[in-house]
């Protein structure tokens, strides 16, 4: 079994690594300090490393002060969480392979020596919370927290279409182990800097609607103006995937003048994840993400295209039901 690969390999490690994706979220982080946590716990020697560190939003979680943003020393074992590929961990590990990935990306690319990959999970940090225990390994409530914050981030406050029954379970478990879900919900989901919602604003105002897509753009120059310290959206885009009605929402994030950072969310019942791949990314069905070389406009463009391209083809095969095709009827 793969939990038993992974428990051994722990075991064996004296030193071990743990990372997550770029620009981490609540559920990249909350991964990293849930198993870092629960191995420092436990006597190892851990390394929790965050290319572009934690931000604001989650400082309040006990261990998010020992996140580096580089390893060193080597450790024995490396453990990507929260990632679909090696890309997406933003170079942490340089030339060396993750021993362990445990994920919930549809679009899991299966690259480490012992990949767990769980696509129906709601977060990785359920699927941490399912695993932690099970590795002999103690959910306290700083693990508890982190745990938490992940599942709500990633749900959206359980607004995802894969909540479930089970993540709900989830949740109220780790409530009983001391996790405030009012405190921690506030945290991830409400709580924003004032630059965060002036840089929303600069979006805001270019929203653009062609039927069902909608689309804006996010631009250096407007970052700077806002006086935002990060390279992400500001979760703008979670917050734009509540337009009613709506089809999917697409927003570019310019990274560096040659660099865009691509956010899809869909109504359930889409699909997306499979333009976010074609363009080397990844993600779930209603929410992906990718970065693209090239210009704004450029990128922009293109994206846009592929996007429009999908919903057409969506519309054409919905018809094409509708008249008794594909089977000729």
Request: hydrophobic residues 40%; proline residues 4%; aromatic residues 4%.
């Amino acid at each position: 079994m793969i939990l038993d690969e992974i428990r051994q390999a722990i075991q064996q490690a004296d030193r071990i690594g743990i990372t997550a994706h770029i620009r981490p979220d609540g559920d990249a982080v909350g991964s990293v300090l849930a198993l870092g946590l629960a191995l420092l716990t436990s006597g190892k020697q851990v390394q929790m490393v965050l290319r572009d560190g934690v931000s604001n939003t989650f400082r309040h979680l006990q261990g998010s002060e020992l996140v580096k943003q580089k390893f060193d020393p080597d450790c024995d074992l490396y453990i990507a969480l929260d990632s679909s590929d090696l890309l997406r961990l933003g170079g942490v590990l340089r030339d060396r392979k993750a021993d362990i990935c445990i994920d919930h990306h549809i679009t899991n690319e299966n690259y480490a020596k012992i990949n767990l990959v769980r696509p129906d999970a709601v977060a990785t940090c359920a699927i941490l919370a399912d695993v932690i225990p099970q590795l002999g390994l103690i959910v306290d409530l700083p693990v508890a927290n982190a745990l938490l914050t992940g599942i709500l981030s990633d749900s959206i406050g359980f607004r995802t279409s894969n909540t479930t029954s089970d993540s709900l379970r989830i949740a109220a478990d780790l409530m009983d182990k001391g996790a405030n879900i009012t405190v921690l919900y506030n945290k991830a989901l409400i709580s924003r800097p004032f630059e965060a919602a002036k840089y929303w604003g600069y979006a805001l105002q270019k929203l653009e609607r062609n039927d069902g897509l909608v689309w804006t753009t996010l631009t250096l120059e407007d970052r700077k103006n806002a006086g935002y310290p990060g390279n992400d959206d500001a979760d703008l885009s979670n917050i734009l995937s509540s337009i009613d009605p709506l089809d999917v929402v697409v927003l570019f994030v310019e990274q560096k003048p040659d660099l865009v950072k691509v956010s899809w969310r869909a109504r359930p019942g889409l699909d997306i994840s499979g333009i976010a791949h074609s363009l080397g990314g990844g993600g779930h069905p209603a929410a992906a993400g990718v970065e693209c070389a090239g210009s704004l406009p450029e990128v922009t463009e293109k994206v846009l295209q592929l996007t429009a391209n999908y919903l057409k083809s969506v519309k054409e095969e919905t018809i094409g039901v509708h008249r008794g095709r594909p089977d000729g009827g």
